[in-house]
């Protein structure tokens, strides 16, 4: 996987890459397809797989690609600086994800990285807000635990242009973290979603199983607000 990152990297700096996205412009979705099965052409398997167990949106994947070829001649540094990040996910969910917990800080890079290729499509900075707090060096947790309560926010989040429309929060105190995220959303389009749920079910399964009484979850929706509040035992290194 290395490899094949170098590889995109060192045609991007030879304009190969740019000039690819231009000559794909027309026919985006094609040029999707050869992106991706160029980049994991020896993990193609693997990246099916992980798409079927919802462990990443394609949407995110698509959205994100043509996000980064808008950019690819209007801001390159900010194209090439979102590749890397983009290969820094995908090399996380192919490797790093696959032990039953990880490095905290890992995970917290991982959505860091994803909050940032998020922000490329947004018409207000504001409208998502993050914050984290704590020391979250020298604990575990189970991998991609969190992205999908963050995808569904982002998935059924109102328009872009409000402010405060996605708000996540972070904290570690001792070995305990607290996540809060909550969403705006339609409920008139929420409700046209026949697969609305169906990820924080597998979540929760997955909660059960991994920390079963070491952890705390409640979800409720009120007034087009869509919050979840999870409380969990971290495990030391």
Same mark, same amino acid.
Request: glycine share 2%; hydrophobic share 40%; aromatic share 16%.
């Given at each position: 996987?290395?490899?094949?990152?170098?590889?995109?990297?060192?045609?991007?700096?030879?304009?190969?890459?740019?000039?690819?996205?231009?000559?794909?412009? &027309?026919? %985006?979705?094609?040029?999707?397809?050869? %992106?991706?099965?160029?980049?994991?052409?020896?993990?193609?398997?693997? =990246?099916? !797989?992980?798409?079927?167990?919802? /462990?990443?949106?394609?949407?995110?994947?698509?959205?994100?690609?043509?996000? #980064?070829?808008?950019?690819?001649?209007?801001? /390159?540094?900010?194209?090439? &600086?979102?590749?890397?990040?983009? @290969?820094?996910?995908?090399?996380?969910?192919?490797?790093? @994800?696959?032990?039953?917990?990880?490095?905290? /800080?890992?995970? #917290?890079?991982?959505?860091?990285?994803?909050?940032?290729?998020?922000?490329?499509?947004?018409?207000?900075?504001?409208?998502?807000?993050?914050? *984290? !707090?704590?020391?979250?060096?020298? =604990?575990?947790?189970?991998?991609?635990?969190?992205?999908?309560? *963050?995808?569904?926010? %982002?998935?059924? !989040?109102?328009?872009?242009?409000?402010?405060?429309? #996605?708000?996540?929060?972070?904290?570690?105190? +001792?070995?305990?973290?607290? %996540?809060?995220?909550? +969403?705006?959303?339609?409920?008139?389009?929420?409700?046209?979603?026949?697969?609305?749920?169906?990820?924080?079910?597998?979540? /929760?399964?997955?909660?059960?199983?991994?920390?079963?009484?070491?952890?705390?979850? *409640?979800?409720? @929706?009120?007034?087009?607000?869509?919050?979840?509040?999870?409380?969990?035992?971290?495990?030391?290194?």
């Amino acid at each position: 996987m290395e490899s094949e990152i170098l590889v995109i990297y060192y045609y991007w700096n030879s304009n190969f890459l740019s000039d690819s996205f231009y000559f794909f412009k &027309k026919g %985006f979705r094609f040029w999707t397809c050869t %992106f991706v099965i160029y980049f994991f052409m020896d993990n193609n398997w693997k =990246f099916i !797989s992980i798409i079927l167990k919802n /462990q990443i949106n394609p949407h995110f994947l698509f959205n994100t690609l043509h996000n #980064i070829d808008t950019l690819i001649h209007d801001n /390159q540094d900010k194209a090439s &600086k979102s590749l890397v990040k983009l @290969s820094d996910i995908m090399r996380y969910m192919l490797k790093d @994800s696959k032990s039953e917990f990880v490095d905290l /800080q890992n995970e #917290i890079v991982y959505l860091e990285n994803y909050f940032s290729l998020e922000r490329l499509r947004l018409k207000n900075e504001n409208f998502f807000n993050y914050s *984290i !707090s704590g020391s979250y060096k020298g =604990f575990k947790i189970a991998p991609m635990i969190l992205i999908p309560f *963050i995808e569904n926010a %982002f998935k059924h !989040s109102v328009d872009s242009s409000i402010e405060n429309g #996605i708000i996540v929060k972070i904290s570690i105190n +001792n070995s305990k973290l607290v %996540f809060n995220c909550e +969403n705006q959303y339609d409920k008139a389009e929420t409700d046209k979603d026949k697969t609305q749920g169906i990820g924080l079910e597998t979540v /929760q399964k997955r909660l059960d199983l991994i920390y079963n009484n070491k952890y705390k979850m *409640i979800i409720n @929706s009120e007034n087009s607000i869509f919050k979840v509040n999870l409380e969990l035992e971290l495990n030391e290194n």
